[in-house]
């Protein structure tokens, strides 16, 4: 009997096999937190009587960077105090989106992540064991270097074929939420697969892995290949490579199979995730704002989608473009390649790489009865700072292409 | 940890997330955990926020705790002194973050519970009463490392009186 990806990868870790449902305490390569959850950490990290983490621990000013208030620059400080006192490394505001950082600098397969924010998953596109927990779990896997974990059962999603011209990674992920319900991965882990999968770049198995939460699931994964080679390479990393797949003969809970080519752009509506429908059922909706980037979708190919739509037209003069690069690196080669010099052009505005329009911390809340189209993750009521406004979750093609139109719009209308 | 509880109960629906739980514009209040809680649950419904009461139950449908990892949003509901947290589901983070920080989380079909009924859960038992509408629930116990855990009052508790993760049959 084989096994599937998230019982490899945790097994091999052990050095032992193990299988779903098996209750384990394993060791922890990597920890992440930012400021929303890193100060609560190290209070318990001070609670436990230790100084030094024993696993290499990571800490982001993200979530709020730069920082919008006096209580978040402190906060932030503290972070980079306990970095300098040799605690741990801190990556101050500007350098990105933790989920980034960690996929271009830290992940490699095989690694079991743990980390203070739930789309620590996103690593799993690097064939990772990525998974978030809260920060007294952190605090503890950075006292003791391990964790203890239920191995996940796994829906094995399996994508076929090529995608059709302005369907993204996006869609497939919202699609599968929609399909599975916003609780229908709970406890168990998603796995990615097949050829459209095969096919896709590590920065589109991102986009899948970082929603894998959406369904609640523990974690997203796809196996290691030459994609995932290249990534590293491109980094710097080529010796972080190491090929892992599932077994042919892994037993999962359950499949789901998807054929790519008959899919369309996907829109989830307020206010849950799983509320998913095809573009073409959208209807008439008007958007205030447009807001493309975060974790899920704020990496170079999405930036260059949008780009491709928004180059020599103008966004809706009812609409806010905010567009924000995932990382530095993102940022710089989109600067390079000239994307953001056609989203500025376009009348959007480019923010500092970060979290904080996605979270409703700062850059780019809404009024109230105002309607969002977003290519982040979360649409939950009061998301992005008002609980009176509405957001609409999308891919970044379709979010170019509202832009320009001012209301929900299939991005094919721009083939 | 008391074997029954009782009290009146707060009623919520399906879907309740860390957003409604704890929303992201008082992020800047997590360091002062009192003022983050007065908030707690003001969006799914601020008459909680106003006067919920501690030994009070939060009682919610399916899935709640959806989205962040945020371990605010159990803490916010402990600082408010609510006894147990009893949904038909919870998400996965949610439930172990209230577990982490010694609130109870239970699992029993919560069809029928409305704001204001008493309940009086047995927690040895696994039974939930509603006094009000005389309905009765049961619920099965937490896996034993979480019982472990929320026995020693939470993890870091647990973590600094054996040293690490103990359960009967740990691994």
């Known amino acids: ?73 402190n906060v932030q400080k503290r972070l980079r105090t306990f970095a300098e006192e040799g605690g741990a490394r801190f990556y101050p505001p500007g350098e990105g989106i933790c989920h980034q950082i960690v996929a271009e600098q830290w992940a490699r397969p095989g690694q079991i992540i743990l980390g203070a924010d739930s789309h620590t998953c996103t690593a799993g596109a690097l064939a990772a064991f990525a998974t978030g927990m809260g920060s007294t779990d952190i605090a503890v896997a950075m006292a003791l270097g391990e964790t203890w974990l239920r191995i996940p059962p796994t829906i094995r999603v399996e994508v076929e074929g090529p995608l059709p011209p302005m369907v993204m990674a996006k869609d497939v992920i919202l699609h599968v939420i929609g399909l599975l319900g916003a609780d229908g991965a709970n406890y168990q882990a998603l796995e990615f697969g097949g050829s459209t999968v095969a096919a896709m770049s590590v920065e589109e198995r991102m986009t899948l892995c970082n929603m894998a939460v959406e369904a609640g699931a523990k974690t997203g994964l796809c ?53 998913v429908r095809p573009v073409e059922e959208a209807g008439d909706v008007p958007i205030d704002q447009v807001f493309i980037g975060t974790c899920t979708n704020g990496r170079l190919s999405d930036l260059r989608m949008a780009a491709h739509i928004l180059r020599g037209r ?102 | 940890m008391e074997r029954i509880l009782r009290g009146k109960i707060w009623r919520f629906g399906d879907g309740i997330s860390t957003d409604h739980i704890i929303p992201g514009r008082y992020y800047h209040l997590r360091g002062n955990l009192q003022a983050l809680a007065e908030h707690a649950l003001e969006d799914a419904d601020p008459e909680f926020a106003r006067s919920a009461q501690p030994g009070d139950f939060v009682v919610a449908g399916k899935n709640f705790g959806q989205g962040s990892s945020r371990e605010h949003a159990a803490l916010v509901l402990k600082e408010r002194g ?54 009765e629930r049961t619920f099965r116990p937490l896996p034993p490392v979480m019982r472990a855990i929320l026995e020693s009052g939470g993890l870091v508790p647990h973590v600094l009186r054996y040293g690490g993760f103990r359960w009967p049959d740990t691994p």
Not at chain 1, 30 to 48: I, K, Y
């Open chain 1, 1 to 73: 009997m084989g096994l599937t990806l998230a019982e490899k990868i945790i097994s091999r870790r052990l050095g032992e096999t193990v299988r779903a449902e098996d209750i384990v305490v394993v060791p922890v390569d990597l920890l992440l937190a930012h400021e929303g959850t890193g100060p609560l950490a190290l209070d318990r990290f001070s609670a436990l009587e230790r100084t030094r983490p024993a696993t290499q621990t990571l800490f982001f000013s993200d979530h709020a960077a730069p920082a919008p208030r006096r209580e978040l620059a």
């Open chain 1, 223 to 275: 196996a290691s290949d030459e994609q995932t080679r290249q990534f590293l390479a491109e980094r710097g990393r080529a010796e972080d490579y190491l090929p892992l797949a599932p077994d042919p003969d892994a037993v999962y809970e359950r499949r789901v199979e998807l054929h790519a080519p008959s899919l369309s752009p996907q829109v989830a509506f307020p206010h849950f995730v799983d509320n």
């Open chain 1, 314 to 415: 103008q966004v809706h003069p009812g609409v806010r473009l905010l567009v924000c690069p995932a990382s530095r690196e993102v940022y710089l080669a989109a600067l390079q390649e000239g994307w953001l010099q056609i989203f500025i052009e376009a009348g959007g505005l480019i923010l500092p790489p970060g979290c904080g329009a996605c979270v409703g911390v700062h850059q780019g809340i809404l009024a109230d009865g105002e309607r969002c189209l977003s290519t982040q993750n979360r649409n939950f009521q009061g998301r992005m700072g008002n609980p009176e406004a509405e957001i609409y979750l999308a891919s970044p093609a379709t979010a170019a292409a509202t832009a320009v139109r001012g209301r929900i719009t299939d991005p094919r209308e721009f083939l």
């Open chain 2, 82 to 135: 609510i006894a147990a947290v009893i949904a038909s589901s919870f998400a996965r983070i949610f439930f172990r973050n209230a577990v982490n920080v010694g609130l109870m989380p239970i699992i029993c079909d919560t069809g029928g519970f409305e704001t204001g009924d008493e309940i009086e859960v047995d927690l040895v038992e696994g039974r939930v009463r509603n006094l009000t509408r005389n309905l």
